[in-house]
């Protein structure tokens, strides 16, 4: 690995983790009430899956474009969209 590979994924991992941890405090649980309200649901763990997943997409991104590794961004967010896609099927399947 060179010393810019290790450089990028460490600021990445940083902005990452740092953003995750930040809108977890900010939020706090606002953003999950108003999704139970919003689709009439009390169903946390659903919520919990999407708003987590969301939010670690949106993480990741950020975490690679401060870095201007815009190829490891968009495949980044694409895996992540691409699990996301699995949260209805895990909410009918696995209870």
């Not at 967010?77 to 895990?90: K, T």
Request: proline share 1%; hydrophobic share 50%.
């Amino acid at each position: 690995m060179t010393i810019n590979e290790i450089t990028d994924t460490t600021i990445f991992g940083y902005v990452d983790n740092i953003l995750l941890i930040f809108f977890a405090y900010k939020s706090a649980l606002s953003i999950e009430k108003y999704l139970q309200v919003k689709f009439n649901t009390t169903d946390t763990k659903l919520v919990c899956a999407t708003v987590g997943a969301f939010s670690n997409t949106i993480s990741d991104g950020l975490g690679w474009l401060v870095t201007l590794n815009i190829e490891m961004m968009f495949y980044t967010m694409l895996g992540c969209i691409i699990a996301m896609a699995f949260i209805p099927l895990f909410e009918k399947y696995v209870k």
